[in-house]
Structure formats: structure tokens, C-alpha cells
């Protein structure tokens, strides 16, 4: 019987104590934050440099001007211009202007206010979609309503070691929460899978039905409604990135938040030239082939 009363105030302490504590956090010297996400489409290649900002302040990052930014390979080079304060854009002309060839490492070179950054990426091998489709499900739970999902099929090549992010675009815009990040290690969710050359697992398929602004219910497909997926092939670095970004925003809230790993920084790989600076650098440069894939519901 003492054992049973225990039980029953922990449970209590756990949910009826509330206590509201103000942090006074220092501010530390804003850091660069380097966003060069660039890819092999025949399209604007946008780069953006931005200052860090203190926690608890909400609003724009601060853009940073004037920087000199391009990106290399063994015989190409790629100037970007600034356009908006902090957006600095390339533009293809031709398709012999444009990012190329499997294989081929690039650098990106970023100086700014007397410092020098600069990060390596390898252009990686992508397959293609080979085609969207839509399932009509009825209501499994609250979570899952009757309606129409969404489907992607595409094969992963034979040979281990590709890693890929897929992104969906519902009528045009980026399904962008914390939950829809999709990534895959070859056909399955990381390297420990041993899934090699075989088509996409369903869980990774599946992933392209949008969530509501709650994030906590599927929002279905409607007759009408289009569903283009792409795939990006990215680095072992950026897959390992994208996995810790994983980690740091798909976060339940609440009670399950006791069980979370604690919120930390992800990696980089960006370099500053200078060592001796006490300047930060973070962010990420990753160059990637996409293939892409659409179709629109029609009842």
C-alpha cells in the first residue's frame, strides 16, 4: 500500500506543479549563417547570408550586404549576385551554363567584412520519380481522415551509400513544417537499413500528404489539388545534417518533451579561412541533382 501512495503523488507532482522561471541569458556575439543549398535545375540558385539573433527575439534575421560569393568546380565558376539584402542569385542561361556532371565537386567562397568562408560538396546521383498516385483511404483515426493521399514511386540505384532529400509541393508550395521532412539512406531511413536498390520503403512513399497547422492531423487531397515531388540527392554530411535537424524540430510538445534529447546546434560545414578570428560561421553548402515528378487529381 506505500508503494501505491508513492505512485500517486509523483503522478501528481508531475502534472500539478507549474512554476514559470525567467532565464537571463547572456547574448552572444552573432555568428554568419551561411544558406547555400544549390542545385543542377534550370533555375535561379539562390544563396542567403544572415546573422544569428538572440533566442527569446522573434522576427527577421538580420541580412548581411556586400559579400562576394561564388561557387567552383574543375572548370566552372559561378558568381552569385546580390540581389535583396542577404539573397545572393545565379542564373543559368544555357544548359551548358548549368551545375553538371555526377561526380564533380564543388567549393563554395564566401568573403565578407574582411572574412573568408568556404565549403566543399560533391554532386551525387539521383534516380528518377518514376510516378505519383493517389489512394483513397477511409478514416483509419482522428489522425488520419477519409480522403485521398498522396503517393511518390522511384527505384534506388544498386549500390550502397545514396542518400537523398524529398520534397513535395501541394499546388505549387513546398510542404515546409518540421514533420515533412522526408529523407532517405538508399531505399530506407538510414544506413543501419541495409536497403540497397530496390524501391523507396512505403513510410518514405507515404510522406507526401500535407498536416494541418497544428501538425496534428493529415490533410487529404482534393479533386483538383496537385502533387509534384522531387528528389535531391545530397552528401553524407547533409544527410547527417538533415537527420539532426530532424531531431531538434519534430517535437511533440508536452509531456513527451521530458524524453526529448536536449536542444543543441547543428553541424556545418562551413570553414572560416581565418583561424585566429573570433568570428562564427554556421550553416550549410550542399549541390544537388534532382529529378521531379507531378500530377494533378482529377476525380
Not at 543559368?92 to 555526377?102: F, K, L
Not at 565537386?105 to 554532386?123: C, H, I, P, W
Not at 518514376?130 to 522511384?154: C, H, M, V, W
Amino acid at each position: 500500500m506505500k508503494k501505491f501512495s508513492l505512485y500517486i503523488v509523483f503522478i501528481s507532482f508531475l502534472f500539478a506543479c507549474e512554476e514559470t522561471i525567467d532565464v537571463d541569458l547572456k547574448d552572444a556575439p552573432p555568428a554568419y549563417v551561411v544558406d547555400a543549398w544549390i542545385n543542377d535545375k534550370m533555375e535561379t540558385q539562390v544563396i542567403r547570408l544572415t546573422l544569428t539573433q538572440p533566442y527569446f527575439d522573434a522576427g527577421e534575421y538580420e541580412s548581411v550586404t556586400g559579400a562576394n560569393i561564388t561557387v567552383t568546380s574543375e572548370n566552372k565558376t559561378f558568381e552569385f549576385i546580390e540581389t535583396d539584402p542577404g539573397y545572393y542569385e545565379w542564373n543559368p542561361v544555357t544548359s551548358a551554363d548549368r551545375i553538371e556532371t555526377i561526380g564533380s565537386r564543388y567549393q563554395l567562397n564566401v568573403n565578407v567584412d574582411g572574412e573568408q568562408f568556404f565549403a566543399e560538396s560533391e554532386l551525387r546521383r539521383v534516380p528518377p520519380v518514376d510516378s505519383i498516385k493517389y489512394t483513397y483511404k477511409e478514416e483509419r483515426n482522428q489522425f488520419q481522415p477519409e480522403g485521398y493521399y498522396g503517393e511518390f514511386l522511384a527505384t534506388d540505384p544498386v549500390g550502397s551509400g545514396d542518400t537523398y532529400w524529398i520534397k513535395a509541393y501541394k499546388n505549387g508550395e513546398l510542404l515546409n513544417n518540421p514533420f515533412d521532412l522526408n529523407i532517405a539512406y538508399d531505399a530506407g531511413f538510414n544506413e543501419g537499413g541495409n536497403i540497397d536498390g530496390v524501391v523507396f520503403i512505403q513510410p518514405i512513399q507515404d510522406a507526401v500528404t500535407p498536416l494541418n497547422e497544428d501538425l496534428d492531423e493529415i490533410v487529404p487531397y482534393v479533386p483538383g489539388d496537385s502533387l509534384h515531388v522531387e528528389i535531391h540527392s545530397v552528401t553524407h554530411e547533409a544527410f547527417a545534417f538533415l537527420q539532426q535537424v530532424q531531431i531538434q524540430t519534430q517535437r511533440d510538445g508536452g509531456f513527451d518533451e521530458i524524453f526529448a534529447e536536449p536542444l543543441e546546434n547543428v553541424s556545418s560545414n562551413i570553414i572560416k579561412q581565418n583561424t585566429t578570428s573570433n568570428v562564427q560561421v554556421i550553416g550549410f553548402f550542399n549541390v544537388s541533382a534532382v529529378s521531379g515528378r507531378g500530377r494533378k487529381l482529377v476525380e
